[in-house]
């Protein structure tokens, strides 16, 4: 209902708006605002109505995919029409006596209004598909040769409703993982928002996707019904037994606070994963020395954690295992932030201390993907897609 008003009222202000600011000084720029008016609000009120009027499970995709929509909706066309509002009867205001307004500030709120619509309006019809390939080398001290070049590819954080209606860029994005050639696929979690339903089928997409030695992945928070409002703990149980068979029908071993060993010629490679279970800031990591119980240390070459929240380096691995590697996610980069060859930053820094590339501590080290999908918000701002393609060398 809250927001029904608001929509209702910044309609009818934004309106009024541009008649005062335009209508007697330029009858073509009035025309022309209000028709691009018109045409951001049906979309806005068409969403609405779609979303408000939505009869089925709450973690349907089409459901999740509504609201993705309707939030940046209101973030592109909603919040900047308020601020308009607020600039130009503010001017008014002071101007009461002489029966104006401040054209400046009217101005000043048309164009937030356009650098919003222009930066969301980028970001989301391109900017949450500019997948980029991320390449990374580490380097481990001895190494063994039949290692030496290993090809791992990482991916994370799907969040599949976000390709609801662009299932063929997501079979896009399978195929390049393919033309990759990678030795190992691994994938650290979130392949859902809220809940199972939400796989949609893609499990036909994702298992387009080979890797040499296999392919596994982890369960992260979203994946378990953390978000689902209506979930009971029952229903959180038996999403989680219904995400693993989804994720296992995707080509993936999924590991459940467990290890699994590989052989690659003499040598021998331990991976291991946890699942992550809570939100932000109470988070619950998996106890990573229970799922390496039973590993003899000494037969393996090499030791790959599968972790989704990066925070967890830090408080269970660093100085505490003999972990060689984790692989991260969960941070998206905050789908906003600035990424260029010499400069990064994203305002997650300021929650995930390693939001994303590669970290070290000692001959420990971390890498963290900012996912390939989009979480709540339809749109990526200078913070793209990643595939990574991790080799590793010897020192």
């Known amino acids: 209902m809250g927001l029904l008003i608001i929509l209702i009222v910044t309609e009818i202000l934004t309106i009024l708006v541009l008649w005062e600011h335009f209508y007697h000084h330029s009858k073509a720029k009035y025309y022309l605002s209000i028709i691009i008016h018109v ?8 969403t609405f109505i779609e979303l ?10 089409r459901h999740v995919w509504l609201m ?31 029966g104006d307004h401040i054209r ?5 709120g048309l164009i937030i209004m356009i650098v919003f619509l222009t930066i969301i ?48 860029l997501l079979q896009k994005v399978m195929y390049e993982v393919n033309a990759l050639k990678p030795d190992l696929l691994l994938n650290t979690g979130d392949f859902i928002d809220f809940g199972w339903r939400e796989f949609d089928k893609n499990d036909t997409i994702l298992s387009k996707a080979h890797s040499r030695y296999g392919n596994f992945a982890i369960l992260g928070n979203h994946d378990v019904g953390t978000y689902d409002p209506f979930f009971t703990e029952a229903d959180r149980e038996n999403n989680i037994l219904i995400m693993i068979n989804q994720i296992r029908a995707s080509g993936y071993q999924v590991l459940e606070d467990e290890y699994k060993t590989l052989n690659i010629g003499k040598a021998r490679i331990a991976l291991i994963g946890v699942t992550t279970e809570g939100r932000h800031p109470h988070m619950i990591h998996g106890n990573v020395k229970q799922a390496m119980k039973g590993l ?24 505490k295992t003999d ?32 939001w994303n590339g590669l970290y070290s501590d000692g001959k420990q080290y971390q890498y963290v993907n900012r996912g390939l999908g989009v979480l709540a918000i339809p749109f990526r701002i200078w913070m793209p897609p990643e595939i990574t393609i991790i080799t590793i060398k010897k020192d």
């Open 39 to 46: 045409i951001l609000s049906l979309a806005v009120w068409i």
């Open 52 to 61: 408000d009027s939505f009869k089925g499970f709450f973690d349907s995709p």
């Open 68 to 98: 993705m929509n309707m939030t940046g909706l209101i973030v592109a066309v909603v919040i900047p029409r308020v601020l308009l509002d607020i600039l130009h009867f503010t001017g008014k205001l002071v101007r009461i006596k002489k």
């Open 104 to 108: 400046l500030l009217t101005n000043a």
């Open 121 to 168: 309006g980028f970001s989301t019809f391109h900017g949450r598909f500019n997948f980029k390939t991320e390449e990374v080398t580490i380097k481990i001290k001895d190494l063994k040769t039949d290692l030496d070049g290993l090809r791992i590819v990482q991916l994370s954080d799907m969040h599949l409703p976000c390709f609801y209606n662009h299932r063929k």
């Open 296 to 319: 003899d240390a000494d037969s393996v070459d090499l030791k790959i954690l599968l972790s989704h929240d990066p925070n967890q380096w830090a408080e269970d691995v660093t100085g």
């Open 323 to 354: 972990i060689d590697i984790t692989l991260s996610g969960h941070t998206h980069g905050m789908q906003m932030g600035i990424i260029t060859k010499k400069f990064r930053w994203s305002p997650s820094k300021y929650f995930y201390p390693h």
